[in-house]
């Protein structure tokens, strides 16, 4: 079973931003931002990843960790792990469709 | 920086505070993170997202929030409908003049934002309670036209003018979002148009009473709609 982030709706792309990056292991918040910013090349502020982090957590794809000096690690759930492999392979399946088309030059000018 | 923090509700200062200030401490915010600070609290406002308090979706938590689109529309609708009437069924000027319209333009001009902010909240709603850049300048312009409008003379024609194509974009967004095809939308925006550029000084008023009408419609069957059981979230 997965969860579908299309319903988080502007916060679904920073969702899953930041699951990515959770893939890797439990981060806090200024980490998270600073890997998102270094494997997606976009900025995520402040008030969005605390958005996103709060509605990935409600939504049981992310758990807290003990918090180490105020700062709160997270990491993914198997829900979330689900879910992102989910994502992850719809794109892929996207990418690969259009990169095919692309091939074949049938939409070229 | 405590000041924008206390934009956000206590519950959510509770849980994600202290991580939050850790954060800004790590990363200094820029203009542009004040600003994204801002939307957030208004968001943390709008969609409570506590986790494990509350796994009932913020949308159906609440039967009277639901409510509000419906409520707005028909208040709205009804104030429009009172300026339009006043304004109608007041004697003509013996000599060419304008209409002595006293409350009716300020109601209307009240009117009209609210059925505007009824139908952004309404189309928000529809898409799960994602509110856009987009939603949110449309609501601010319905509403600062309207201000502007009652400034006095030119902040009136300005105010008049800016209210007309906000609503009609407010139409034609809330009609494409519903499914409605492209000349159903072109035709909304055209009528919506020229009824609300009626002139006010004749019988032509009555060309905007069905705006007022199809708001407080829209509200009724908005607001007497049964809702939908309590859905809680996948976890």
Do not use: C
């Amino acid at each position: 079973m997965s969860a579908d982030l299309g319903d988080l709706g502007r916060f679904a792309e920073p969702s899953l931003l930041i699951l990515v990056s959770l893939s890797a292991g439990p981060n806090h918040g200024y980490a998270i931002m600073e890997d998102v910013e270094a494997i997606g090349g976009s900025r995520i502020g402040p008030g969005t990843l605390y958005a996103a982090l709060a509605r990935l957590e409600a939504r049981g794809l992310i758990e807290a960790l003990p918090p180490e000096d105020r700062r709160r690690p997270y990491r993914l759930t198997g829900l979330g792990a689900t879910t992102l492999r989910a994502q992850l392979e719809g794109l892929e399946g996207f990418a690969r469709t259009g990169l095919r088309r692309l091939a074949g030059g049938a939409g070229l000018a | 920086m405590s000041a924008l923090l206390r934009l956000y509700p206590r519950a959510w200062r509770e849980r994600y505070g202290d991580e939050l200030v850790a954060l800004l401490e790590d990363r200094p915010p820029s203009p542009l993170d004040l600003v994204d600070l801002v939307r957030g609290a208004f968001d943390a406002r709008l969609h409570p997202q506590l986790p494990g308090a509350q796994p009932v979706t913020p949308e159906r938590k609440d039967p009277m929030s639901d409510r509000v689109p419906g409520v707005t529309a028909i208040g709205g609708g009804l104030l429009f409908l009172a300026g339009v009437v006043m304004i109608g069924l007041a004697p003509l000027p013996q000599f060419d003049g304008y209409r002595e319209t006293g409350l009716a333009l300020p109601a209307i001009l009240l009117g009209l934002p609210l059925i505007d902010v009824a139908l952004i909240t309404a189309a928000v709603r529809r898409r799960s309670g994602a509110w856009g850049r987009v939603d949110t300048w449309l609501a601010i312009v319905a509403v600062g036209s309207t201000v502007v409008s009652m400034t006095g003379w030119p902040g009136l024609l300005l105010g008049i003018l800016t209210l007309i194509a906000v609503t009609a974009t407010v139409f034609a967004r809330y009609l494409r979002e519903a499914g409605a095809s492209s000349w159903v939308v072109a035709g909304a925006v055209v009528l919506t148009v020229l009824a609300s550029s009626a002139n006010t000084e004749d019988d032509r008023i009555w060309l905007m009473a069905p705006i007022g009408l199809l708001a407080v419609v829209f509200g009724l069957l908005s607001a007497l709609r049964p809702r939908p059981s309590a859905s809680v979230e996948p976890a």
